[in-house]
């Protein structure tokens, strides 16, 4: 493994080696496990350099940009009152070209703890925002067009894995479809009693693999926001690789830059100024210069099936001759050609992007 556990570290109060015992303890279970990585994530080098070093003063200045979410932090072990020397570097490996954390600290456990024990998980299940419904429809947008692409494949029984399922938004989406089977697979499992409350019952939550394997093959699956949370993003592509039927498709969106971006975001964080991307939940960013998301999706077995605004590329190919006669449309299939072309040279570097299964 590339990562070593560590404890007492920050004030961190640890209990190694006890074992979570998730499905039993709702919410209730907190590791308060910090692992330190002495290794990339992705390829185990151990030949690496600092870029730069999120600290107290960036992590509580500046009211732009995402939100300090301090109670839930300190749960974590990031306080800064007893432990004001508390940083995450972002590391860049020599031989792959990721950016990554040197730390993990347990912030799922956070969550669960907040969320899993009060009312608080519903409350913030339920709140709803402008913002909130762009995003609904973005994710349905790309749901649909996952189905329809493993319509391909299939007559009608399509299995559905939504692997990191968080609060099942994605879940509820393929439940209107009349799908074979729709799962929602979650390593913490503190959102599922609001999940099974408001959404329909027909939906299968575990946060057991081996139970996982016993429901697949799956025809798609869903892995949306997971790659850049997980400390060994090697374990979740390997996962959905296996927990694919031959020739299924998945969805994959995780953050994929430029290393000159990168760069201009350690600028920021060395400022104080708060960078979206940068932040003690993104443990791993791909370098669209060296490994990007889609290289190192496609490394693993997958063809990569660009897409545009959730759309993938097959399904606008296929409406081209229509869309030809409005102007707007031309900018949009210049875009679908650029991509294509890169697509051939193997350079496209989408953050975001469907992809087949390799039987
Ligand atoms: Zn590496």
Request: net charge positive; hydrophobic share 35%; glycine share 6%.
């Amino acid at each position: 493994m590339a990562d070593a556990k560590v404890s007492n570290t920050f004030g961190l109060k640890t209990r190694v080696g006890s074992t979570p015992t998730f499905g039993t303890n709702q919410g209730k279970y907190m590791s308060n496990d910090l692992i330190i990585r002495s290794k990339c994530p992705v390829c185990s080098s151990t030949d690496f350099y600092a870029m730069c070093t999120m600290g107290k003063e960036y992590f509580e200045t500046s009211k732009k940009g995402w939100n300090y979410k301090k109670t839930r932090n300190i749960i974590a072990g990031m306080d800064f009152e007893k432990n004001p020397n508390m940083e995450i570097k972002y590391n860049k490996c020599l031989q792959c070209g990721i950016f990554f954390t040197d730390k993990v600290i347990p912030i799922e456990d956070a969550f669960a703890k907040i969320y899993g024990d009060t009312k608080l998980g519903e409350e913030m299940f339920l709140s709803s925002s402008v913002n909130s419904i762009i995003d609904a429809v973005r994710r349905i947008r790309i749901n649909s067009n996952l189905v329809s692409l493993g319509l391909k494949n299939s007559n009608s029984n399509l299995k559905v894995l939504d692997y990191g399922c968080g609060n099942g938004w994605d879940l509820s989406s393929f439940s209107n479809l009349k799908l074979e089977k729709i799962v929602g697979y979650n390593k913490y499992n503190y959102m599922f009693p609001v999940i099974k409350k408001y959404f329909q019952k027909n939906i299968i939550l575990t946060s057991d693999k081996n139970e996982l394997n016993k429901i697949g093959p799956f025809d798609i699956i869903r892995c949306n926001s997971v790659l850049e949370h997980v400390s060994d993003p090697n374990v979740v592509i390997s996962d959905i690789y296996k927990l694919l039927k031959p020739g299924g498709y998945a969805y994959f969106s995780a953050p994929s830059i430029k290393f000159s971006e990168m760069k201009k975001n350690c600028k920021d964080v060395e400022k104080g100024i708060k960078v979206k991307n940068l932040h003690e939940g993104h443990l791993q960013i791909w370098n669209n210069n060296a490994l990007s998301l889609s290289k190192f999706v496609h490394q693993n077995g997958f063809k990569i099936v660009p897409a545009i605004g959730g759309v993938p590329f097959e399904n606008i190919a296929n409406n081209l001759s229509s869309l030809r006669f409005f102007l707007g449309h031309i900018y949009r299939a210049s875009e679908i050609l650029k991509e294509s072309m890169k697509i051939k040279l193997r350079i496209n570097n989408h953050s975001a992007f469907f992809a087949k299964k390799i039987s």
